[in-house]
């Protein structure tokens, strides 16, 4: 076991590092104020390899690993965790859906332009009514000669307005329930595809969030993508994966926070010294460093096990859920250390703390991921139960 990264992760590191202070700093509280999607970002993302960082060569992508996957998006979140979550969104859901599960003939059409970053992905699983009960989904999509006929609408979808290539997820026989999902592959530009309302966020506000409309929206049968009835399983299959990203953004986004915190703590005086000196301060520095490196080591533990090809739903699920939580109250330390400051745009804290508490909703509520962990720690139990007892 060795819990360093290797050579090229810590290059990787300070590459992705040195871009985010050169490209992105300078700009995140203009994006943020203007809720501005920072299209102009996006090439120089791609020459980074940001925009298919776990695309194989074959498709022009970066290769990367999932861990090498995590170190990047802990740096983007470490300045912008509004862009990590873009980036996570297109990396993590859209291109990972379609190098999972699409047909050598998808991935050769959908995934260059995806890892070039000539075109921006999508992926719609949440409607207004299901979003942890994701299964109760309503979007249809009905078989005729020339395709699928796909109706009804998405919320909160990242790259709702600026996507060129959305994965759908649609009922496909109603009478079955979660096994009568599928998932298609629908383009910009398809007759029947519309952004709708972009959400005003109370943070990630540089990513661009937005409703999804489909209206006899007619695709094309080469465009339903992997097995029909099997979109649910799928989904969350790519949802295992995406975690471990949304949870490498809360370790960047706790990193940059505490920075902050600890930046700050050693500069600001009060009663004549620098409050880093008083301990009710240096305890919350300690326990914000140690829950990060807990956080960040459950997470490359999870990236680990996908690079290894194991089953991680659990150690993305626990890595989701302790990092997301443990970024909330380093981001709420991070105000409180920096004092009545933490409360104004001057400084980094108040947006950190904005920013962050969608982590412990999307990709899976932390209800949901205690929900997963326990569903599987009771299962195991009493399968071992049932094999002692025979
Ligand atoms: C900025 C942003 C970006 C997003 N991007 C995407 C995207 O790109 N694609 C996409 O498909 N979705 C996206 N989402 C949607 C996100 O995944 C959902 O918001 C999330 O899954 C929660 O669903 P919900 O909002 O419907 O909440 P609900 O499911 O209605 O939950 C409300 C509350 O009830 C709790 N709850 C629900 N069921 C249970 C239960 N059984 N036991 C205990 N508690 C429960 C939840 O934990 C939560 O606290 C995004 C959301 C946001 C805000």
Redesign the pocket.
């Known amino acids: 076991m060795d819990f360093r990264l290797a050579e090229p992760q810590q290059m990787l590191r300070r590459a992705v590092r040195e871009f985010a202070e050169a490209e992105i700093r300078p700009f995140v509280l203009e994006w943020d104020e203007r809720q501005h999607f920072p299209t102009e970002l996006i090439p120089k993302l791609a020459a980074m390899g940001l925009m298919g960082v776990q695309i194989p060569d074959e498709y022009g992508g970066a290769g990367m690993s999932a861990v090498d996957y995590c170190v990047a998006i802990e740096e983007l979140a470490r300045v912008c965790p509004g862009v990590a ?1 873009s980036v996570q ?1 297109h990396n993590g ?1 859209c291109a990972a859906h379609i190098n999972k599960f699409g047909t050598p003939a998808q991935k050769a059409r959908f995934l260059p332009p995806l890892a070039a970053g000539r075109q921006i992905g ?5 409607e207004a ?6 299964g109760s989904m309503r979007t249809s999509a009905s078989r005729n000669p020339d395709g699928w006929l796909l109706n009804g609408a ?7 307005r600026v996507g060129d290539v959305y994965v759908i ?1 649609a009922v496909t026989d109603p009478s079955v329930g979660k096994k009568g999902v599928s998932a298609f592959i629908v383009e910009k530009g398809t007759p029947g595809l519309r952004s709708g309302k972009k ?1 005003n ?1 109370l943070g ?1 506000r540089a ?1 661009d ?1 937005s409703e999804v409309i489909l209206e006899d929206c007619l695709v094309p049968h080469d465009q339903l993508l992997g097995t029909e009835g099997s979109g649910f399983i799928e989904a969350m299959q790519v949802l295992d994966a995406g975690r471990i990203g949304i949870a490498a953004l809360s370790v960047g986004l706790a990193q940059g926070a505490y920075e902050a915190s600890l930046t700050y703590a050693i500069q600001r005086h009060s009663f004549g010294r620098p409050i880093a000196s008083f301990q009710a301060i240096q305890w919350k520095l300690a326990d914000n460093a140690t829950h990060i490196d807990a956080a960040r080591l459950l997470t490359y533990r999870a990236a680990s096990g996908q690079d290894a090809g194991e089953t991680v739903t659990i150690a993305s699920a626990m890595a989701k859920l302790f990092a997301s939580e443990i970024a909330v109250r380093v981001a709420e330390d991070c105000v409180q250390i920096h004092g009545g400051y933490g409360f104004v745009k001057d400084y980094p804290a108040e947006k950190y703390f904005r920013d962050v508490k ?1 982590l412990t ?8 991921q205690r ?1 997963v962990i326990a569903r599987h720690l009771v299962r195991s139990a009493m399968q071992q139960d049932t094999a002692a007892a025979i």
């Open positions: 979550l969104a859901l999508a992926w719609g699983l949440t009514s299901s979003g942890s009960d994701a998405k919320v909160f979808t990242t790259h709702g997820m959400e966020k990630m990513s969030t969608l909703i999307g990709e899976g509520t932390s209800e949901v929900m």
